[in-house]
Nanobody
Framework: VQLVESGGGLVQPGGSLALSCAAS????????MNWYRQAPGKARELVAA????????NYADSVKGRFTISRDNAKNMVYLQMSSLKPEDTGVYYCHSRVWGWNYWGQGTQVTVSS
């Protein structure tokens, strides 16, 4: 199983950023996918989740209405569209899935929201 994130960077408050995660090594369309983030000095937290078919999503209260998770099962990709970004959204964002009873994580991509 391999998860590879991309798309992080520096953005000003109020701006937008789109993250991508390329998955391989498992039957992608059979598993739910998640985005987590970890801010400096804080625990890793679940930001958004999407079911295997993409027909249901869930978000942390702190990002509801600003972030959108989506997936393309034909391309083995999961996305996180982030808008109205705030400084408190700063952190390392990780793609995650629980496959065959094991937790798998990407290497993470840094998102920094700062003026």
């Amino acid at each position: 199983v391999q998860l590879v994130e991309s798309g992080g960077g520096l953005v000003q408050p109020g701006g937008s950023l789109a993250l991508s995660c390329a998955a391989s090594g498992f039957t992608f369309s059979s598993y739910a996918m998640n985005w987590y983030r970890q801010a400096p000095g804080k625990a890793r937290e679940l930001v958004a989740a999407i079911t295997s078919a993409g027909d249901s999503t869930n978000y942390a209260d702190s990002v509801k209405g600003r972030f959108t998770i989506s997936r393309d099962n034909a391309k083995n990709m999961v996305y996180l569209q982030m808008s109205s970004l705030k400084p408190e959204d700063t952190g390392v964002y990780y793609c995650h899935s629980r496959v065959w009873g094991w937790n798998y994580w990407g290497q993470g991509t840094q998102v920094t929201v700062s003026s």
